[in-house]
């Protein structure tokens, strides 16, 4: 990492109230997979995390008018963008921050963008106006970072690497998955509850130690995040085989999770269809804990990543709830999320 990005996460001050959670196969063959599916054995972790996310550049989220005082104009619409664009380089230089990127505009000149639009490298010739205010804008809403909690659906003690939330981590504004550059998790324990309820989905709220990141991200994927942790991070007992797909059924579960200080508890869950999905939303499920219920009113943000057993195997993740019956939700084969991971 260089001296820049470095500079970043150790200047980041970030209110972790956001809630990294949603609401609404690759690398081996399938031959090989089952056969290293059986032999996998992971420990389920069920404790949430806190993340730290920068963008691989400064993602446009948005794209607005310019007062220039004397009129109105739209630089970033005029030039070519559009929202879900990833401005990668300016001039030539890396763009790390939405300050470094403002700063390049107060050249006032042509400035040429490298951005990448769906998967696709483009070279746009933009115009900065003068605003009303003294400043040259481009009319254009980025972000380079995001943060919040989650859960950790796995731990592999053998390699330090970790799977959570069992979906991306996505644009708030765009729904669409952030770029990685680099990122960081840091420990996190739960100080409150905002119980969820028909039509308002709860949340978990965090206590965060901004003071010592416990690893580093190196991957966010339709299917989860993926990084490495340092030792003692997590308990490296209690691994248990790694269920294949063909395993799963309806049935009851449980899950594990941590919706008070630091401890992680096992509450029963029913599942009720395995789904023909290959997304994140493979197993419709439904929570059956009175306990949970009525800390939580079932699912809620926070608790994404939440692990899944049944039988004795790690089976999934908790990824989605459904807003309207927070009780019921969705979550993801855990085969499918390793398989995102190329284990």
Not at 262 to 287: H, M, T
Not at 310 to 336: C, D, F, S, W
Request: one cysteine or more.
């Amino acid at each position: 990492m260089d001296g820049q990005k470095a500079k970043r996460r150790r200047a980041a001050a970030f209110f972790l109230s956001g809630l990294i959670c949603a609401t609404s196969l690759l690398g081996l063959g399938q031959s090989a997979q089952a056969a290293a599916l059986e032999a996998d054995r992971l420990v389920p972790v069920g404790h949430t995390i806190g993340i730290k996310l920068f963008a691989e550049g400064v993602v446009v989220i948005g794209l607005a008018e310019v007062d220039t005082g004397s009129g109105v104009l739209t630089p970033g619409v005029d030039c070519g963008l559009r929202v879900g664009d990833v401005i990668e380089e300016a001039n030539g230089e890396e763009i790390e921050s939405s300050e470094q990127f403002a700063a390049l505009l107060q050249c006032g000149g042509t400035v040429e963008l490298n951005i990448i639009r769906d998967g696709e490298d483009l070279t746009l010739a933009a115009q900065p106006v003068l605003g009303a205010d003294g400043t040259w804008r481009l009319g254009a809403w980025i972000r380079d970072s995001m943060a919040g909690i989650g859960t950790v659906t796995f731990y592999d003690p053998e390699t330090g690497t970790f799977g959570a939330l069992g979906h991306g981590i996505t644009d708030t504004d765009t729904g669409l998955l952030m770029p990685l550059g680099d990122g960081s998790v840091m420990h996190a324990s739960v100080k409150a509850v905002k119980r969820g309820s028909a039509g308002e989905p709860g949340e978990l709220k965090g206590n965060f130690d901004l003071t010592h990141d416990m690893g580093e991200l190196y991957a966010n994927t339709e299917r989860g995040v993926f990084g490495s942790l340092e030792a003692g991070a997590f308990p490296e007992d209690g691994a248990v085989p790694v269920a294949r797909a063909d395993e799963v059924q309806a049935g009851p579960a449980v899950i594990l999770s941590n919706v008070s200080g630091d401890s992680v508890e096992a509450y029963d869950i029913e599942i009720i269809r395995v789904l023909d999905s290959a997304g994140a939303q493979n197993l419709l499920l439904q929570v059956k804990d009175e306990a949970l219920i009525q800390q939580t009113g079932g699912i809620v943000q926070g608790m994404s990543g939440s692990p899944i057993l049944q039988n004795g195997k790690l089976i999934g993740a908790v990824t989605h709830v459904m807003v309207n019956e927070p009780t019921k939700g969705y979550g993801i084969l855990i085969e499918n999320m390793l398989a995102e991971a190329g284990r």
